[in-house]
T-cell receptor, first 108, second 112 residues
Framework: DAKTTQPTSMDCAEGRAANLPCNHS???????VYWYRQIHSQGPQYIIH???NNETNEMASLIITEDRKSSTLILPHATLRDTAVYYC?????????FGTGTRLQVFP | EPEVTQTPSHQVTQMGQEVILRCVPI?????FYWYRQILGQKVEFLVS????????KSEIFDDQFSVERPDGSNFTLKIRSTKLEDSAMYFC??????????FGPGTRLTVT
């Protein structure tokens, strides 16, 4: 599976959009981009995934660049409950390899 | 919203003892997983299970570990002889037609 690179931490004001970047320059054609988050020590929670098109669901939007070498997760209106570690995972199988993720702190 | 459940939420055991961690995956899911997270470290894949057999396992999943689906609803992880370094959060996950994994809340295993 392709390696991903994410910033260690980010801050976001409550109510503003949180844009979390992920680099996956070695992604191959059959690999999906998945985003999960982990709030404190809870089980990881699925957010969104995509192959090459941009995707949106009730939680977030996923923007994948045309060359697929990077992506951005967008939380349109961050709340305090969105404070968590966000993981970008690239995989073509069902096995999830978690990195260290981005610790997002949403402040009032 | 469907959910994966795990019991117990916290298990304390002495080194050398056997433990069984239990999970109830989402009812129509066919693929099951165990992950673990040592405090302050990454979430690590342990094993995947499909059609009553292991489909993939990591290097961590040695002979001390085993998994079983004893009935139509439970999925268990057994550690035969626990070591101090087995202390971690253990997460069960299941996968269905949605193309993503649902994780349970985890079992905190403390080996003393």
């Amino acid at each position: 599976d392709a390696k991903t690179t994410q910033p260690t931490s980010m801050d976001c004001a409550e109510g503003r959009a949180a844009n979390l970047p992920c680099n996956h320059s070695t992604i191959s054609g059959n690999e999906y981009v998945y985003w999960y988050r982990q709030i404190h020590s809870q089980g990881p929670q699925y957010i969104i995934h995509g192959l090459k098109n941009n995707e949106t669901n009730e939680m977030a939007s996923l923007i994948i660049t045309e060359d697929r070498k990077s992506s951005t997760l967008i939380l349109p209106h961050a709340t305090l409950r969105d404070t968590a570690v966000y993981y970008c995972i690239v995989t073509h199988t069902d096995k999830l390899i978690f990195g260290t993720g981005t610790r997002l702190q949403v402040f009032p | 919203e469907p959910e994966v459940t795990q019991t117990p939420s916290h298990q304390v055991t002495q080194m050398g003892q056997e433990v069984i961690l239990r999970c109830v995956p989402i009812s129509n899911h066919l693929y099951f997983y165990w992950y673990r997270q040592i405090l302050g470290q990454k979430v690590e894949f342990l094993v995947s299970f499909y059609n009553n057999e292991i489909s993939e396992k990591s290097e961590i999943f040695d002979d001390q570990f085993s998994v079983e689906r004893p009935d139509g609803s439970n999925f268990t992880l057994k550690i035969r002889s626990t070591k101090l370094e087995d202390s971690a959060m253990y997460f069960c996950a299941s996968w269905g037609q949605e193309l993503w994994q649902y994780f349970g809340p985890g079992t905190r295993l403390t080996v003393t």
